[in-house]
């Protein structure tokens, strides 16, 4: 009994944090997948279609990570398309502790607690996270800056995350847009890489490329037979002269990230900016503060994948802005982290400017959550157009 007590009270804290987090990723991800809307879009129904059947996904293995977990849910369990916002949802939660793990390397325990709190409950996120296509997949730029990280950290048991890294590398490519997002990574990083690999056994070389090779076996096969599905896999529009007006749609992107006009009810609350004006400025900072302080390789991969990002986005193909909100918001973490600590070196041992200044940015992050959620629980299903989007019936 005494034992039990002692486990007990040394572990209250971590238990009570495990369960409210359990609790706030069920209401934030979970909690009325299925009421929230009055119905489902033809992008979900066109998905649950696909994901139906495995041949289909032979057939166009486009998000086929998120489409094969969709498969076996309905496999298993039953024929609802509610699994397939269940199976994004749950991609959701994976993103969000992923996004967590990278800014705890970088920053502190508070920065990256608010940081995920931010990121988490962005309407951005939440739109992409709780709707039944793979388009969740695109946020896999952070499985690439996470990459980056752990094969920078880990010196001694970088051969077998190595074989970790060309699993997630051949599974990225079955996501529109992020063979690009490899190449530029790959090319930033050439030189430490190539340094890498000169240490590193023959056989783990070979096993690297054999595990590649293998992993899109199927995506070359259908390419075969489809050789359209080249331009999905770049992100890129079936018809090129769309390129033309390359310009004019990074303009209107800026204007959707910052301002309004963002038009796609299916993803967003029609006429609002992606970002709240603290965002915006903490993003601002974050940018200003990686650049100022001269060029790392990491301000300059998060600036060359954001700049992609808004380029493949602005091409008019199937990349959307899930693989732009998660760079954002790296961004953000930064620009908050710069503003505390700069608030920390102005006033060290001033007790009550030190609370003044922390609690004023935790009421500017709180009204920055508040609105987010608002927007997406409470605006964006009362909108005339999202009710126009989702009014198919559910099979």
């Known amino acids: 009994m005494d034992t039990t007590k002692k486990i007990f009270f040394r572990s209250w804290r971590t238990t009570l944090l495990i369960a409210s987090l359990t609790v706030v990723i069920y209401l934030l991800y979970f909690g009325r997948l299925s009421t929230l809307l009055p119905g489902y879009s033809s992008a979900e129904l066109a998905t649950y279609t696909q994901a139906s059947n495995w041949h289909h996904i032979a057939a166009n293995p486009i998000n086929a990570p998120y489409t094969l977990v969709v498969w076996l849910f309905t496999a298993v369990l039953h024929h609802n398309a509610i699994v397939t916002r ?79 890294l060309a699993a997630i590398l051949a599974l990225l490519w079955y996501v529109p847009g992020m063979v690009w997002f490899e190449i530029v990574g790959t090319l930033i990083l050439f030189k430490y890489a190539r340094n890498r690999w000169r240490h590193t056994q023959v056989k783990h070389t070979i096993g690297w490329a054999a595990l590649f090779l293998l992993l899109i076996t199927p995506l070359i ?24 007006h390359t310009v004019h749609n990074v303009h209107a992107a800026l204007f959707a990230v910052t301002t309004h006009d963002y038009t796609s009810s299916l993803l967003w609350l029609v006429k609002a900016p992606l970002f709240t004006v603290t965002e915006l400025v903490l993003g601002a900072l974050g940018l200003y503060s990686y650049w100022h302080t001269g060029i790392s390789t990491r301000a300059l991969f998060l600036t060359s994948m954001a700049v992609l990002s808004l380029v493949l986005i602005s091409l008019g193909g199937e990349v959307t802005f899930a693989c732009f909100i998660p760079i954002v918001y790296l961004f953000v973490i930064h620009g908050l982290r710069e503003l505390t600590s700069q608030w920390l070196t102005v006033f060290p041992r001033n007790p009550i400017a030190k609370f003044v200044g922390i609690a004023v940015i935790c009421i500017m992050l709180f009204f920055s959550v508040v609105y987010q959620i608002r927007t997406y629980f409470v605006a964006w299903p009362h909108s005339v157009a999202t009710l126009q989007t989702f009014d198919l019936k559910r099979p």
């Open 221 to 244: 096969i259908a390419v075969i037979r489809h050789p359209h599905l080249l331009f999905v896999i770049g992100g890129l529009p079936q018809n090129l002269s769309a390129a033309l």
């Open 86 to 164: 269940l199976v994004a949802a749950s991609f959701g939660v994976g993103l969000t502790l992923l996004f967590f793990a990278i800014i705890r390397q970088w920053y502190s325990f508070r920065v990256a607690f608010l940081g995920t709190l931010l990121f988490a409950t962005s309407s951005g996120f939440l739109h992409f996270a709780r709707l039944g296509t793979g388009q969740v997949l695109q946020m896999s730029t952070l499985a690439l800056i996470a990459c980056m990280v752990w094969y920078h950290r880990e010196q001694h048991s970088h051969r077998f995350i190595g074989y970790w």
